[in-house]
């Protein structure tokens, strides 16, 4: 299994809505990150986990809240977020050492009214 | 970590064989160059990895010059479903190390 899922593939919310995204691997990877990506524009990381801590935090605000509850999955928690939050939102994982790669999530499309 | 430069975006046709070149002048000795594809409402796919010389795979090739300043991926007999971006990074895949994703190229393969 070589498959990073994401849920849900779309969400429409409102500002004053509360969310989360999921992320899952099984393929024993110890990293996980978070990306959010605007339309014509390249992925930019948020958050990476290594061994289910957080370790890198790229000053995202803190209407997002990353959750890393076991070693297989990742989520994303959302609240009173802007317009501008509408994004791709990527979430990838990696085995955790040496020259190995990123394996990405098909995403979830994120509205927000 | 090494910036990225790539051109923005190249035309082919079909069954053309495509070069996209990668400018890392500032790469670090440990720094391994990563490509990856993404089709639009996507994630990103990765194609092919290397450190030194030619590394070839299924897919593409990668090419890369005794000083590593630069890699070019080739794409050999390019079909209309390897119209994407493409995405040049390097760098080293430590636990705690940042992934920035430069600019990326976009390829259109024309019938």
């Known amino acids: 299994d070589t498959e990073v899922t994401q849920t849900p593939k779309h969400l429409v919310m409102g500002m004053t809505n509360k969310k989360s995204l999921k992320c899952e691997q099984h393929m024993g990877h110890r990293a996980m990150y978070w990306y959010k990506q605007k339309a014509k524009k390249p992925p930019e990381l948020m958050f990476v986990y290594s061994y289910e801590k957080l370790s890198i935090n790229e000053s995202v605000p803190s209407r997002f809240s990353p959750e890393c509850p076991n070693s297989s999955l990742l989520n994303l928690h959302l609240h009173a977020l802007q317009p501008e939050d509408s994004a791709l939102y990527l979430c990838?994982?990696?085995?955790?050492?040496?020259?190995?790669?990123?394996?990405f999530g098909p995403g979830t499309r994120l509205t927000v009214l | 970590l090494a910036k990225t430069t790539q051109p923005i975006s190249m035309d082919s046709y079909e069954g053309q064989e495509v070069n996209i070149t990668c400018s890392h002048n500032?790469?670090?000795?440990?720094?391994?160059i990563t490509w990856y594809q993404q089709f639009p409402s996507q994630g990103p796919r990765f194609i092919i990895q290397g450190y030194k010389t030619k590394v070839t795979n299924e897919v593409a090739s990668l090419f890369i010059p005794a000083d590593r300043k630069s890699s070019t991926l080739s794409l050999p007999r390019v079909s209309l479903s390897d119209t994407a971006v493409y995405y040049c990074?390097?760098?080293?895949?430590?636990?705690?190390?940042?992934?920035?994703f430069g600019k990326g190229t976009r390829l259109h393969i024309l019938p």
């Open positions: 500032n790469i670090a000795t440990n720094d391994y």
């Open positions: 990838a994982s990696r085995k955790g050492r040496g020259t190995d790669t990123q394996y």
């Open positions: 990074l390097v760098g080293v895949l430590n636990r705690d190390d940042k992934i920035i």
